[in-house]
């Protein structure tokens, strides 16, 4: 009786999953125009998924040796309960997406359901192995092998499948970017708990006050296991232009590693400084957060050397992402961290506490902040202005960051006017108490409200003025390809074509000649040995 | 380039069934794991062994005469129908904590499965490990007032 519910109840999803797929097949039938099959790979994600889950379980409850009492009957027939619907679920749609796969090649559904099985199983695995670490180093628990082999096989038989059948299009670099994504995440964290033992034991062994994390074991096995996993699925060679998810991909890597080095170096600092103004207590346990703090500034430190490498040096979506990013960032600390030294540098203090390493804390992170806002908007300050205003990346912080500070000044300035208004209206007393944070928040966030605003208005002045002027782009080619698209609406593109057929107008050189043209009145000359772009006088 | 050596699209549902029907096998006639008695997790085994089987006098020697003790030697529920996993082992010579993973069967025919993770204290007493203020499976406990 105990399968009967879960079975009815998958036995109904199954169903409407079969009708689903029927009706998707008469469609197809009908009208044999592709689409994007999101929802049949969608259910084949959901299916694998559950087939997946259930697999492990069943071999857990069958193989591995941690069961103390009893039969494992309830788990071995809810793992059959929920095989039997997903199973053949899993395997119909799969026949069913690789016959439509070989008729619309550039199906965005596979990439997308490659993805989810990747994020999903990947994260499964990496959990299995922190687990058999842990078993292995306590001698009462059975390591649950079953589930690394489950997991891991799911995880190598899509990369299997992906690799016969590489995913095309934009999109098709998602798979590889959600692998590298999960697999260099638990490989940083792994590292930094493996560096972190190790430099608490050095630390303890030099006569230093400090906890000692437990055992190794585990962070070790994560390290060893995401290391060859991100390897094999960032390393290999990328297309040589990059996609929206990439750029996305390498901007947040970098600018995250690179906060978590500059958090971990503020920490040192602080502790050094404090120190020399002898404002610690007992010198061995002054530096116990070292540690901790080194092992972080190494592997963010490594992981950002790597991923600013591989941005490098051209203006791409990347490179801006990361610059913006770091901008956001650095200005988000320089408010927060300022108005909490305000805060904690005029609180009263009744007795003890003394608060000087908190303060100089603080202030290395005003600083800090300060310093990576200002060096990151410098830099993109310093671009050519034309193409920077119409990045999305510069909206994206500039109208962003000044609605969040905008409205957290505002919010801080309504605080602060009810004590006012309290005390105008008699009930009396000391209002400066509680008028420190709002007070103090209202000006640091409205001044930075205020400096991105007047960079709202000067770029959309300077879009305005760029882009309401008509212009003609005289292109002389043998085949100009979708460059007309490219274009913005104020363009008027003509095209003279050559007799020959040296004057190809490919993808990327396209895209290079928009840029070139730039908004002005230009005549464009293709050759076999490129492209040139002249000025045209306008009429 | 597709392979034409491939092999027949039966083949892997059939191979997929074997191996499910081969793992219930084994599963339905795997014994549990024997764990030292004198050992926190061996004490944790023949303890929960015990009340599954209904022995609960059994069970009530293995519990420690400190803290709150059980009113009754018989669970309030009566024997719980559970299969049982451990989880973690910690501790040291006077005290040891064991989590295990309860998986017990739902009454409900709709209601599936339920699972919990369930902490046993136990204390090293003349000689043997006991369980310490057993909360596990719903005891109502008396408690001796400190004075």
């Known amino acids: 009786m105990i399968v009967l519910g879960p079975l009815l109840f998958l036995l109904v999803v199954g169903g409407l999953i079969a009708l689903g797929i029927r009706t998707w097949r008469q469609r197809e039938e009908s009208g044999r125009e592709g689409g994007l099959d ?37 788990e071995l027939a809810g793992a059959l309960a929920g095989l039997v619907v997903a199973g053949p679920t899993a395997y119909l749609l799969w026949q069913f997406l ?19 099985v990747e994020v999903v199983f990947l994260t499964a695995f990496f959990v299995a192995v922190g687990q058999f670490a842990d078993a292995l180093t306590d001698s009462a628990l059975a390591p649950r092998w079953t589930d690394l082999i489950v997991y891991g096989g799911i995880v190598a038989f899509h990369w299997w499948a992906e690799s016969r059948e590489p995913a095309t299009e934009v999109v098709g670099e998602l798979p590889r970017l959600v692998g590298s994504a999960v697999s260099v995440v638990t490989l940083a964290a792994g590292a930094i708990g493996t560096l972190s033992w190790l430099f608490s034991e050095a630390y303890e062994s030099l006569g230093g006050a400090v906890t000692v994390p437990p055992e190794p074991a585990i962070p070790l096995a994560l390290t060893l296991a995401a290391a060859p996993m991100w390897a094999w699925r960032w390393l290999p060679a990328w297309e040589e232009k990059s996609t929206p998810f990439r750029s996305l991909y390498l901007s947040f890597l ?33 530096f116990g957060t070292y540690p901790t703090a080194i092992s972080f500034a190494l592997v963010g430190g490594a992981l950002w050397i790597h991923h600013r490498r591989r941005i490098g040096v051209a203006r791409g979506g990347a490179m801006r992402g990361y610059q913006y990013g770091m901008a956001a960032a650095g200005l988000a600390g320089l408010v927060g961290f300022t ?71 505002a919010g801080s ?86 007799a020959d057929d040296a004057g190809v107008i ?34 | ?111 599936g499965l339920v699972e919990y993770q369930e902490w046993f204290t136990l204390t090293h007493q003349d000689g043997s490990w006991k369980v310490r203020q057993p909360s596990w499976p719903y005891y109502d406990l008396a408690c001796e007032e400190q004075t």
Request: hydrophobic share 45%; proline share 5%; charged share 20%.
């Open chain 1, 98 to 116: 690789a016959k439509r796969r070989k008729t619309f090649l550039r199906n965005p559904g596979w990439p997308i359901y490659l993805s989810i």
């Open chain 1, 339 to 409: 108005v909490t030294l305000i805060d904690l540098a005029f609180e009263p203090r009744l007795a003890g506490g003394d608060t000087g390493e908190a303060l100089i804390l603080l202030g290395c992170s005003v600083i800090a902040s300060g310093l990576a806002w200002f060096w990151f908007w410098r830099k993109v300050e310093e671009a050519p202005r034309a193409e920077e205003i119409r990045a999305l990346q510069r909206r994206m912080y500039l109208l962003g960051m000044a609605v969040t500070t905008g409205l957290t000044a």
């Open chain 1, 413 to 498: 300035l309504i605080a602060a006017l009810v004590v006012v208004f309290r005390a105008l209206l008699g009930e009396g007393g000391d209002i400066s108490e509680s008028l420190r944070i709002p007070l103090s928040l209202t000006v640091v966030s409205g001044l930075a409200a205020w400096h991105l605003y007047t960079h709202v208005r000067t770029d959309g002045a300077a879009l305005r003025k760029t882009e309401a002027r008509p212009f003609t782009v005289t292109i002389v080619c043998s085949h100009p390809g979708q460059i007309s698209t490219l274009f913005p609406k104020e363009a008027t593109v003509r095209v003279l074509y050559r």
């Open chain 1, 506 to 539: 490919d993808e990327s050189m396209a895209d290079a000649i928009v840029s070139e043209v730039g908004g002005r009145s230009s005549l464009v000359w293709v050759d076999g040995g490129g492209f040139r772009v002249a000025a045209a006088r306008e009429t």
């Open chain 1, 38 to 74: 999101l929802i049949p790979y969608l259910l084949m994600a959901l299916a694998v998924g559950v087939a997946g889950f259930s697999i492990a379980r069943l071999a857990r409850a069958s193989l591995t040796p941690d069961r103390i009492a009893g039969r494992p009957i309830g």
């Open chain 2, 1 to 111: 380039m597709v392979d034409d050596r491939r092999m027949p699209s039966w083949l892997w549902p059939v191979i997929g069934l074997i191996a499910v029907v081969t793992l219930v096998l084994i599963g339905l006639n795997r014994e549990p794991a024997e764990f030292d008695p004198n050992t926190p997790e061996g004490t944790v085994q023949v303890y929960i062994g015990a009340l599954v089987d209904g022995d609960f006098e059994t069970a009530a020697s293995y519990w420690a005469d400190e803290g709150c003790t059980p009113i009754s030697n018989i669970p309030t529920r009566g024997a719980p129908q559970v299969s049982v996993s451990l989880v973690s082992v910690d501790g040291n010579d006077v005290q040891a904590n064991v989590v295990v993973r309860i998986t017990e069967n739902s009454e409900d025919p709709l209601g």
């Open chain 1, 254 to 286: 970098t600018a995250l590693s690179l906060i978590v080095t500059t958090g971990a170096a503020v920490t040192i600092v602080a502790v050094l400084l404090s120190f020399l103004f002898g404002q610690a207590g007992p010198t061995e346990d002054h």
